[in-house]
């Protein structure tokens, strides 16, 4: 699976949109793009995932740059609960089993 | 509908020791993977199950041993503990099967302590 760069952290005021940068230059036809968040002391939670197009669901939108070697993670109205550790993971298609985890993307929403 | 669930909670155990972990997955779903996360990283990949027969296994010492029942439920074994070990396992399910890209679902977790 490729790999993905993100931002060790960063901070966000409440009410207001999150983006969240992750990198992976080197992402192939076949493989998607997961968003991924850990609450402190929980199980990793699904948010969005995509191939090409943009996508949105109730909890974020996904904006996938046209060459695919980038994407933003948007929490449109970021709330106190949405502090958490984000993950972009790469992950292919015929590869249904595993999730690769790097460090993540700590966010922190401030009052 | 339930989510994964996963028990105990948390355990101590010391070193040398034996362990048993359980998840039950999502009703439905019938892959089951276990991840190992410790603090401060992210989660790293044991095992996956499908339909019982183990599909995928991470770079992990053959300390670490998993299976899944026909209800589609699984158990971690781990043997000879380390101080290493201490860690949160985590369970994830999702529908499975051969090239299908689908969600994992993860439980709570087990915490383990090795003392």
């Known amino acids: 699976d490729a790999k993905t760069t993100q931002p060790t952290s960063m901070d966000c005021a409440e009410g207001r949109a999150a983006n969240l940068p992750c990198n992976h230059s080197t992402i192939s036809g076949n493989e998607y793009v997961y968003w991924y968040r850990q609450i402190h002391s929980q199980g990793p939670q699904y948010i969005i995932h995509g191939l090409k197009n943009n996508e949105t669901n109730e909890m974020a939108s996904l904006i996938i740059t046209e060459d695919r070697k980038s994407s933003t993670l948007i929490l449109p109205h970021a709330t106190l609960r949405d502090t958490a550790v984000y993950y972009c993971i790469v992950r292919s298609r015929s590869n249904d089993y595993k999730l690769s985890f790097g460090a993540g993307t700590t966010v922190t929403v401030r009052a | 509908d339930a989510g994964v669930t996963q028990s105990p909670t948390h355990l101590i155990k010391t070193r040398g020791q034996q362990v048993t972990l359980r998840c039950s997955p999502i009703s439905g779903h019938k892959s089951v993977s276990w991840y190992q996360q410790v603090l401060g990283q992210g989660p790293q990949f044991i095992f996956q199950y499908y339909e019982k027969e183990e599909r995928g296994r991470g770079n992990f010492p053959d300390r670490f041993s998993a299976r899944q029942f026909p209800n589609y439920s699984s158990e971690l074994n781990v043997n000879a503990l380390l101080l290493g070990d201490s860690a949160l396992y985590l369970c994830?399910?999702?529908?499975?099967?051969?090239?299908?890209?689908?969600?994992?679902?993860f439980g709570p977790g087990t915490r383990l302590t090795v003392l």
């Open positions: 994830a399910s999702s529908l499975g099967g051969t090239g299908l890209v689908g969600e994992q679902f």
